[in-house]
C-alpha cells in the first residue's frame, strides 16, 4: 500500500554525463517496502506554488531474505535523468547531500510474477528505464536458480557511457549463466567491444532472440518510443499482449 514519507539524500554519484544516481533514507528510519520494478511519486512545489509529482523507478537491490513478494530496503536509489527546462530535474539534480524531499509510494505493477511460467524473460530498456531490472536482480537469480529459465537483457544507449550500472549487469551475468546482457549501442561502439555487445537499438536486435509466444514474456520501460516500436515487434512475433508488459517513462504533469 502506497505511503506518505520524506526522503534525506545521504549519498550521491554521476552515473553519465546527464544521469545523478541518488541514495536516500527516509526521515522516520523505516525501510521502504517494495515489489521490485516498483516506483515512488517525488512531490513538489513549482516556483508559482502549484503542487506537482514526478514518478521515479526504485533501483535498490535489496538482499533476497525476503520470502514474499516485499523486498525491504534502508537505502531507496534513484536515477534521474537530465531533462532540459525539468522542473524535478532542478530539483533532484541539484539537492545537496542531507537535502529532505516529499515521496510517496510504492506504486505500479512492473513487476516479475510468480505466476508466469515462460522459460525465457526478455527484458528491454533505454536509459533510466534499465533501474527496475536492476531492483529485480536478487529475484532473478532466484528464477535462474530452478536451473529451466533464462533471462534477457536488451539496454540501448548511445554510447558506452550511457550504459548505466553496465558493469553491475555485466558482472551479474558473468556469474549467472543463465543471464545474458547485451548492451545495444546506437550511435557509437564501445572503445574495447564486448561479445555481448550489440550495434542498433533494441527493438532490432530483437530478431536475432527470435521471440515465439510459447517461450517468451517480455518486459519493455524507458523512453516511450523504444516502448511503443519494441511492443509493435512482439506483436509481429506472436507474442500477446498479456505476455508483453510495459512502463513508459513519461511526464507526469
Ligand atoms: C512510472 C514512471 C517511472 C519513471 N521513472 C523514472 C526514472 O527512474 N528516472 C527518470 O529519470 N525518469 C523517470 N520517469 C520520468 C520522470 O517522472 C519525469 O518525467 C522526468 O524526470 C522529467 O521530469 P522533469 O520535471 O525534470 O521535467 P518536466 O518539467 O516534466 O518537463 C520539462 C520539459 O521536458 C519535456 N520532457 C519531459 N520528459 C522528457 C524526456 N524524458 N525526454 C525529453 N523531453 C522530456 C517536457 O515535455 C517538458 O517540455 C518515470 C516516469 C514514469 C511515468
Redesign the pocket.
Known amino acids: 500500500m502506497a505511503d506518505h514519507f520524506q526522503l534525506r539524500l545521504v549519498d550521491s554519484v554521476m552515473l553519465a554525463p546527464t544521469?545523478r544516481h541518488l541514495v536516500f533514507e527516509r526521515v522516520d528510519g523505516q525501510p521502504l517496502a517494495f515489489q521490485p520494478g516498483q516506483?515512488l511519486q517525488v512531490h513538489f512545489h513549482y516556483d508559482d506554488g502549484t503542487a506537482t509529482k514526478?514518478?521515479?523507478?526504485v533501483?535498490s537491490v535489496g538482499d533476497g531474505s525476503s520470502p514474499s513478494a516485499l523486498t525491504e530496503v534502508g537505502r531507496i536509489e534513484?536515477?534521474?535523468?537530465y531533462?532540459?527546462?525539468?522542473?524535478?530535474?532542478?530539483l533532484l539534480g541539484e539537492l545537496p547531500h542531507g537535502g529532505v524531499i516529499d515521496a510517496s509510494g510504492p506504486y505500479?505493477r512492473f513487476c516479475l510474477q510468480e505466476a508466469d511460467t515462460h522459460p525465457r524473460y526478455l527484458l528491454l530498456a533505454t536509459?533510466?528505464?534499465v533501474?527496475p531490472y536492476r531492483a529485480m536482480l536478487p529475484q532473478i537469480e532466484k528464477l535462474l536458480a530452478a536451473g529451466d529459465r533464462e533471462v534477457v537483457l536488451l539496454y540501448g544507449a548511445r554510447n558506452e557511457t550511457e550504459l548505466l550500472y553496465g558493469e553491475e549487469f555485466e558482472a551479474f551475468a558473468q556469474t549467472h549463466p543463465g543471464f545474458h546482457f547485451h548492451g545495444c549501442l546506437s550511435r557509437e561502439a564501445r572503445a574495447v567491444p564486448r561479445s555481448g555487445d550489440r550495434s542498433g537499438h533494441v527493438q532490432h536486435v530483437l530478431a536475432e532472440l527470435g521471440p515465439h509466444a510459447d517461450r517468451d514474456i517480455a518486459y519493455l520501460c524507458g523512453?516511450p518510443n523504444m516502448v511503443d516500436a519494441a511492443f509493435a515487434a512482439l506483436q509481429e512475433f506472436g507474442l500477446p499482449v498479456k505476455q508483453i508488459r510495459r512502463?513508459?517513462?513519461?511526464?507526469?504533469?
Open positions: 544521469v516506483f514526478r514518478s521515479y523507478s533501483g534513484i536515477a534521474v535523468s531533462v532540459e527546462g525539468g522542473a524535478a530535474t532542478k505500479g536509459g533510466t528505464g533501474t523512453n512502463e513508459k517513462y513519461i511526464s507526469s504533469r
